[in-house]
């Protein structure tokens, strides 16, 4: 089976830009998660969809910061205007989850965005 | 609400030695304890997991963890490294009882000397 498939791997943008992240899900999936990883904050989450519903997003950063899960296999993550604090790499992770079971979060590869 | 503390932010160490990163955690409620690692430019991939019997879990690469309530601790051992092991190790804690979110420790970087 495919894993959890991010893209772009690498997006390097100027201030102001719309960027667009996606992230395809593990087919049985319902659950997706997006986390942002930099060296000075570590590994945060940043909005969490359960069965194409936002459950939690108290972690997405400001407005300028949108998610969207159309489908139950694909997701996007979009920043307008971006700017260079949001240099990062955004990781997206699927699982199934299961009357309250914890399950093991898979990892796509991430995108690495640079903001110029 | 819960929280996940990896006391050390970079471990050193040589080749075929014995290695321990440690995790202590705090939640109200039941857990379920996980390990993930991230080699350079990769996601991060599960190592083992603990949701319950046995407190020793074993997991890839060698690696297993010891769950300890009473210590709120999840340890992480390996007996013997390689330099094949040296990435960024992640710790991390959910609630069986329906706070199933994980959170995440800050990390530790197990660096691997020949």
């Known amino acids: 089976d495919a894993g959890v498939i991010q893209s772009p791997r690498h997006e390097v943008t100027e201030m102001g830009q719309e960027v667009t992240l996606r992230c395809k899900l593990i087919s049985g999936h319902n659950s997706l998660f997006w986390y942002r990883q930099t060296m000075m904050r570590g590994l945060e989450l940043l909005i969490y969809f359960n069965n194409n519903v936002p459950i939690d997003d108290s972690g997405m950063p400001e407005d300028r910061f949108s998610a969207k899960m159309p489908n139950a296999s694909f997701s996007t993550l979009k920043i307008q205007p971006s700017e260079p604090r949001d240099s990062a790499v955004y990781f997206c992770?699927?699982?199934?989850?299961?009357?309250?079971?914890?399950?093991?979060?898979?990892f796509g590869e991430g995108s690495r965005l640079t903001v110029l | 609400a819960q929280s996940v503390t990896q006391l050390d932010s970079q471990v050193p160490v040589f080749e075929e030695a014995p290695v321990e990163l440690r995790c202590n955690y705090s939640?109200?409620?039941?857990?379920?304890l996980f390990w993930y690692v991230q080699y350079p430019n990769q996601g991060l991939q599960l190592l083992l997991k603990y949701l319950s019997g046995s407190t020793l879990v074993k997991g890839i690469n060698g690696f297993e963890a010891e769950f300890n309530k009473s210590q709120t601790s999840f340890h992480l051992r390996k007996p013997s490294v390689h330099i094949s092991d040296t990435a960024e190790y992640f710790c991390?804690?959910?609630?069986?009882?329906?706070?199933?979110?994980?959170?995440f420790g800050r990390g530790t970087s197990l660096i691997v000397h020949p």
């Open positions: 991390a804690v959910s609630g069986s009882g329906g706070s199933y979110i994980p959170t």
């Open positions: 939640s109200s409620v039941s857990v379920y």
């Open positions: 992770a699927s699982s199934f989850f299961s009357g309250g079971a914890a399950g093991e979060l898979f």
